[in-house]
């Protein structure tokens, strides 16, 4: 796991799925991601990143939600780029992705608990981000 802190955006990963948005339709990406793990099993480190992205990214649109990112030109035109369109259409289906990433068939969530001082803070990160959709 590339991860260096507990924020959504601390981690290599993270990285490279906003710049992947960035140089598509992130709606259109958005969509994607979530078909594909429509009704999977387990969900693998990857796909759990491009939940956690995408659901920053309808958050920051929806509610202005800031986020510390590195990469901060990349982070405010793709929330721009989903701002134009309807977010509010996804609120549901990224809270719903968000919480099988917090469960038991989350790859990413069983290597967070691995570390048990960590683990609460980046689990109330993706909950304030559900609460926030919600």
Known sequence: MGAWDTGIFDDDTAYDVLAS????????????WYAAV??????E??????????GAVID???NSTAYRCDDEETL?????????????SLKGIAVENLQRVLSDISELRELWEENVELYPVW???IEAIIGRLN
């Open 21 to 32: 948005l960035a140089i598509a339709d992130p709606m259109a990406q958005i969509n994607e």
């Open 38 to 43: 429509k009704g999977v099993d387990y969900l």
């Open 45 to 54: 480190y990857t796909d759990c990143q491009c939940l956690l992205v995408s």
């Open 60 to 62: 920051a649109a929806l």
């Open 76 to 88: 405010a035109k793709v929330v721009s780029e989903v701002t134009k369109h309807d977010p509010a």
């Open 123 to 125: 689990r109330a990160n």
